[in-house]
Nanobody
Framework: QVQLVESGGGLVQAGDSLRLSCAASGRTFSSYAMGWFRQAPGKEREFVTGISRSGGITSYADSVKGRFTISRDGAKNTVYLQMNSLKPEDTAVYYC?????????????????WGQGTQVTVSS
């Protein structure tokens, strides 16, 4: 069992930066690939970015490529999402997820555990 707790969300202005954290419980953090997803009001949840178990492979949605960076710290059992040059369209609830065996980082159904989400609001 893995429990995920996101933090770091808030209200920022367009162009600002924000860093989200996702703390994972348990001693098997390194066994899981991690991902960030987001859900805007009235929209379906969508893939943002993913990172492999080792941290050596990352992937990004086109909408955030070049602005967002995912990383993980095994010593702290935490995955981060650094968000720069934020835009109003980035406004959403952001969720982190853990997957033991992924064929596609962007496939939500392949993730085993989900956090409760953290709200990010970007004003124009």
């Amino acid at each position: 069992q893995v429990q995920l707790v996101e933090s770091g969300g808030g209200l920022v202005q367009a162009g600002d930066s924000l860093r989200l954290s996702c703390a994972a419980s348990g001693r098997t953090f390194s066994s899981y690939a991690m991902g960030w997803f987001r859900q805007a009001p009235g929209k379906e949840r969508e893939f943002v970015t993913g990172i492999s178990r080792s941290g050596g492979i990352t992937s990004y949605a086109d909408s955030v490529k070049g602005r967002f960076t995912i990383s993980r710290d095994g010593a702290k059992n935490t995955v981060y999402l650094q968000m720069n040059s934020l835009k109003p369209e980035d406004t959403a609830v952001y969720y982190c997820a853990a997957g033991f065996s992924l064929h596609s980082a962007a496939s939500q159904r392949e993730y085993d555990y989900w956090g409760q989400g953290t709200q990010v609001t970007v004003s124009s």
